[in-house]
C-alpha cells in the first residue's frame, strides 16, 4: 500500500504527461482521491500503533511523517478539485493580459501543470514517509524540481524572475543540508557502525537509538547545516527571500500547496535534525536555535506585512510568521510542541484557502494590490465572507483553530518559564493582527464598484473548496476529536513534547 | 593510490581558483568538464570502479556538454560580468582556502575517515561554489557556481561511500543532473525573454 502511495501520483504524471487536456481534469482530481484514501488508511494504522513499512524500509512513516503526509494528501485534493475551475477559465480566456501592463503573456500547457502537480505530490510523499535521512533529501530536491515549472506557469518576465530565485537559492539551501546529512554521518562514524547502519533503511532510528555516541562538536555543526539547508526551504527568516516572489507569481492553487504542504516537508527535514540532537542529549542547542530562528522570523514577517500592498505577498509573509510560530513552539519544547503540532495542521488549512481565495480574487479584479480591491461583499459575497473569516482564522482570531494552537504555544513558553520570549511573541502577533485586518478590511468593504459587472456568479468549484477548509479551521477551534489530539500528542512526543 | 589522490586532489584545489579567475563562459564550461573528470579519478583509486564510470559521464561529460549546448544556443555573452572584481572573487577563494585548513586542524577529524587534504579541498571547493553564486550575474554562470558547490559537496561525502550505498550516490548524481537540466531550461527562458542571461537585470519582484 505505501509503495501504491508514492508510485500512484508518479504514474499518474507521466500519463497525464503523454495525455490530453480532457484527460488531466479528469485524473488530476482522482489520482488526489486515491492519493487521499491511502493516506487516511496509512495515517490510521500509524495511528493505531502499526508500523507499515514497504521497499526494505525505505518508506516507514512515525507518526510525524504520516501527520505531514495527512495534510500535503488533503491540500492536494482541495487545490485539484479547484484546479479542475481554474484550467477551464484560463482555457476560456484567449488572451491574458499582463495585470503590470506589460506585454500579454502566454501559459505553459495544461498538463504540464498537472503532472508536475503529481510529481510534486509524490516527492512529499516520499520526504513524509521515508525515515532514510539520504530519501528525504533527495524528495525535497524532487519538491524543488517539480515545483519550479508550477511557478513558471504564466509564462511572464515576473514568475520567471521567481522561478529562477526559487530554483537557485533552494537548490544551494537544500545542498547546505546535504552537508548537514554527510556531517551527521562523520559523527557517528566507526568502521563497525557504518556497516550495521548499511543494512537497513531506518537511518533515523539507528541514529536515534545510537545518538549518545555520536561526537558532539560534529552532531552541532551537523544540526546547523540541516537547520540552514531546510530552513531556506521552510522560508525562515533571514533566508525567505525566495518566497514571497515565488507565493505571489506562482498559480494561486499552487501558492496554495507550496505555503500549506511544501514547507511543512521542509520543516520536517529540521524535525528529524533535532530528533537526534534530542536523544542525543543536545535539545537545548538545537530548541534554542530554532526559537531564534523562530522569533526573528516572527519579527520580520510582522515588518513586511504592515503596509503590504500586495495580498499573495501578504499571505506568503504570514507564512513566515506561521513557520516562525512553528519553529518557536518546537524551540521551546514541552507543551508547546503539542499546540505546534495543531498550529501545523491548521495553519496548512488556513493557508492553503486563502490562497486559492486569492485566485478568486485575482480573477475578478485583475489586481494584486489590496488597495484597488474594494466591496468584496458586493461583488463577490461567497468569497468575501471566507476571506475575511480567513483573516480572523489566520490572524488567530477565536473561535478558530490557530487561536487555539497559538494560546497552547503562549501557555508552553510561560511554562517553559519564558516570560520574555512570551512577550515578544505576542507583541508580534498584535502588530501581524493590525497589519493584516487594515488590508483584508480594506478589500472587503467599501462600496460596489460601478465599473464590474453586477450578475457574474461564483462557480461552485471555485468557492466549494476554501469553504470546507474554512469549516475545517472552524471546528478545530471549537472541538478537537480526542483521536486527532492523541495522534498530535503522538507526532509531539518524537521531538520533545 | 595515496599520491594519485593527493594530485588529484592538488589538481582540483587549482582548478578552483582558475575558475574564480575567469571571466570566459567558455573556461568555466571546460574547469567544471576537467573538475567532473577529477572526482571520478579519486574515486577510482578509492576503488568505486561503478560510481566513477557514473560520475566521469555525467559530471564530466553530460553537464557540461549540456552547458555548452545552452551556451551556444544563446550565441552572446561569452564574457560575464561578475559583480565585484575577478580579484576579489580570487581572494575570496583564497580566503575560502585558508579557512578550510584553519577548519581542519581546530576539528576534531577522524584520521581514519578522511584522507589528507581532502576535507580542506572539499571545503574549498563548496566556497569557491558559492562564491561564483553570489559573485556572478549570468545566469549560467551561477548554474556552473552551484554545480562546484555540489562537486565540493561530493567530495566531502566520498570516504563515507561503501558499497551498500552506491545506489543512493546514484540516485544523487541523478537529482543532480536533473536540477542542471531544469536550469538549463530556464536559462534559456530566461535568454528569450530578457534577451540576456543576466541577472543584475531581476528588479521587478521586491518590496
Redo the contacts between chains.
Sequence with gaps: MLEALLFLPLGAGCIILLGTKAMCRVLLPLTALGHTALAAWTTYAVGTGAEPRAMNGLLAPDPLGALFLMLASLLFLAASIYAVYYLREEDRLEVHADI?GGPGFTNAPQRRLAACLCFFLSSMTLVTTTPHL??LW?GI??T??SS??LI?FH????S??????Y??IC??GI?LA??GN?LL??AF?T?EG??AM??GMDQLGWFVSHARAG?E??LKAAYIFLLVGYGTKMGLAPLHNWL??AH??APSLVSALLSGALLNCALLGILRGHQIMLAAGLGGFSGGLLSFFGLISLVTAAI?IVG?GHYK?MLAYSSVEHMGILALGIGVGGLAVSGAMLHAVCHSLTKCMLFLLSGNILARYHTFSSYDVRGMRWTMPITGALWMAGFLAVAGSPPFGIFISEFIIFKGMLAADSPLLAAAYLLALAVIFVGLSVAVLRMVQGNRPTDMPQTLREPLLSVLPPLVLGLAVLTLGLWIPDWLWNFLRKGAALVGG | METALQSCLFLLMLNNLLMLGSTRIMWLIRFTAFQGILLAGMLLTMEHALLAAAVLLIKGALLPGLLWRTRNRLHSHHRMRPRMHVAVGVLAGMGGLVLSLWLEAR??T?P??FPPLLLPTALTT?FCG?IL?VGRTT?LA?VIG?LV??NG?FL??MP?M?A??TW?EL??LL?VF??VF??GI?IN??GN??ESID?GR?R??R?
Design positions: 503590470h539520504g530519501a533527495v530536491e524532487g524543488t524540481l519550479a515549472p513558471y509564462r511572464h518576465q515576473r520567471l524572475e521567481a522561478t529562477w530565485k530554483l537557485i537548490s544551494v545542498a546535504m552537508v554527510i554521518s562523520v562514524y568502521p557504518m556497516t548499511v543494512e561526537e562538536t560534529w514571497p516572489d505571489s507569481q513586511f503590504q505577498r | 576539528l576534531f577522524l581514519a575517515l563548496l558559492l553564486v545566469a551561477q552551484y558547490a555540489e559537496i566531502l561525502g563515507l561503501t551498500g550505498t543512493f540516485a544523487l537529482d536533473v536540477a531544469v536550469m530556464a527562458h530566461i525573454t530578457f541577472v531581476f521587478s519582484l518590496d
